[in-house]
């Protein structure tokens, strides 16, 4: 056995060590009190509370207790544990009762790529997450209004960035080191709540295209898909940035929501010098906050079923949703005049094409409630995405997959998963691939696909702590680019990579 990969085992067990035994004192019981409050706030789950990730009504029994998409609903916090240490002074008591609510979530993790790939090795992330929300109906009395921000700490390096060289990115918390600020937004509530208009810098990855199921999984593509983090500019408004805009939603009934948003196209603002590309070295900081680039719009309709009390069917959701991007864009295949941008007499620039746009839909649905605990049992997902292969690296994109809380007796808290991912190159990209490998000194890796599986299993420990387990096998990373550190330009293997998530909420 590698010497790196056992002492990689010897961090993993002494980081689960260290966690188990700081939550040894209240194990059993504590879980029991967790797993019941759990189980009293998922009373709500087939009566329409809004208590699913992306603000929908939960449908997904299997929707976990804690999450690093910015989507989820968590609200376990290890100050249930810390008892009077918990509120020092009763600060956080006080900002309370004046309306002002602040969440600090910590993640830490180690991921390791075992075989494949373009080199062995380990990757450490560590995220500071926190959250401020503020009721200015309690603060001030402005009815309806609220106002909330999101900042950043992230350290460390990404596993796809520097071992794997995937499209599909391993880890949903790999970024650019940096201290940032994320959202910064105010939303007016209106007509008891049916309508509420949100403006300021948002991101859109917290809203849309969401799935409660899905948000179990540490592979950044089963949040933001890829076919959006690639084809949109900048990536799109997703983690870790950003985009000023303005967002409307619309919810006629518990059943049904619309919702629909209007952003600066590029996250990372205009590349003026054509110097950098990297969106998150533009704005490194997120207070760029970039007004001039063409829009990008999006639009989502929600419809939650068997969610009322009594329902015979299990309840589920299903979403449709498209965007739209008002810019300019390089064909993959072909240079203003018609060569081949293989060719090398081509200028290298492909034919600029007005706009960009995708479709996508997304179903998640409860299919198993244990008889005697109906707050726990098995979810699944399904999401599929098409956007126009003329202009875009990838042009379908389909995911899914099973997840199950409480499957184990006592552990009624803890959630285990298996999810695939699959991206579909674009037609244009693959024959540029055949033309240079014709046109070139020999043959060479022709792009085609990338696919990802992931299992995983998050044991929650007590209130606020979890552990999480991962085991990802990569397909063609990259869609089946050469590997830059190949002097023969060999394809990226197929990578194996091992994954530990500890996640403190606070």
Excluded at 256 to 279: I, K, M, T, V, W
Aim: aromatic share 8%.
């Amino acid at each position: 056995m590698p010497r790196s990969f056992c002492a990689l085992g010897r961090r993993y067990v002494g980081l689960a060590a260290l966690l188990a035994s700081s939550s040894a004192a209240i194990a059993q019981p504590t879980l029991d009190v967790l797993s019941e409050a759990t189980r009293v706030a998922a009373e709500g789950v087939a009566i329409g509370s809004d208590a699913g990730a992306g603000g929908d009504p939960q449908t997904s029994v299997a929707q976990p207790v804690f999450s690093a998409r910015r989507s989820a609903e968590v609200t376990t916090s290890i100050e249930e544990l810390l008892g009077p240490a918990g509120d020092p002074g009763g600060f956080r008591a006080f900002l309370r009762t004046r309306g002002i609510n602040y969440d600090l979530i910590y993640f830490t993790e180690a991921v390791h790529t075992v075989r494949g790939g373009m080199w062995r090795g380990t990757a450490t992330l560590g995220l500071v997450d926190v959250d401020v929300d503020v009721d200015l109906d309690i603060l001030a009395g402005w009815q309806g209004g609220a106002l909330h921000t999101t900042f950043y700490q992230i350290h460390g390096t990404g596993a796809s960035r520097s071992f794997v060289g995937n499209l599909l990115t391993v880890s949903d918390i790999e970024a650019l080191s940096s201290t940032r600020l994320n959202e910064l937004w105010f939303e007016q509530s209106l007509f008891d709540g049916r309508v509420a208009v949100r403006v300021g810098q948002l991101a859109t990855d917290t809203e849309y295209m969401v799935s409660q199921t899905g948000i179990l999984f540490t592979n950044g593509s089963f949040g933001w898909p890829a076919i959006l983090a690639t084809d949109i500019q900048g990536g799109g408004p997703s983690y870790p940035l950003a985009s000023p805009g303005v967002r409307v939603k619309v919810v006629p009934s518990a059943n049904l929501s619309f919702q629909a948003g209007l952003y600066d196209g590029d996250p990372g603002g205009p590349d003026r010098f054509g110097r950098e590309p990297d969106p998150q070295r533009r704005n490194r900081t997120g207070t760029r906050f970039p007004l001039s680039d063409p829009a990008l719009a999006i639009a989502e309709v929600s419809y939650a079923y068997n969610i009322e009390p009594g329902a015979k069917g299990e309840p589920g959701t299903v979403t449709l949703g498209g965007w739209h991007h008002f810019g300019r864009f390089n064909a993959l295949g072909h240079d203003t005049n018609g060569r081949s941008l293989a060719d090398p007499a081509s200028s290298g620039l492909g034919r600029r094409l007005r706009g960009d746009s995708g479709v996508y839909g997304l179903i998640d649905q409860t299919i198993y409630r244990e008889p005697n605990d109906p707050n726990d049992g098995a979810s699944v997902f399904l999401r599929a995405s098409g956007s126009p292969g003329d202009r875009n690296l990838i042009d379908l994109y389909l995911d899914g997959g099973i997840a199950y809380r409480g499957l184990f007796p006592g552990r009624s808290d803890d959630t285990m998963g298996l999810a695939v991912g699959y991206a579909r190159i674009a037609r244009a990209a693959h024959r540029l691939d055949v033309e240079a490998a014709a046109l070139g000194d020999g043959p060479r890796p022709r792009r085609s696909m990338e696919a990802v599986v992931e299992a995983t299993y998050q044991a929650v420990l007590g209130p606020g702590i979890a552990l999480q387990p991962s085991i990802q096998y990569v397909f063609k990373p990259g869609g089946g680019i050469p590997n830059p550190r190949d002097p023969d330009g060999a394809r990226i293997r197929n990578a194996t990579v091992f994954g530990l998530r500890a996640t403190i909420r606070y």
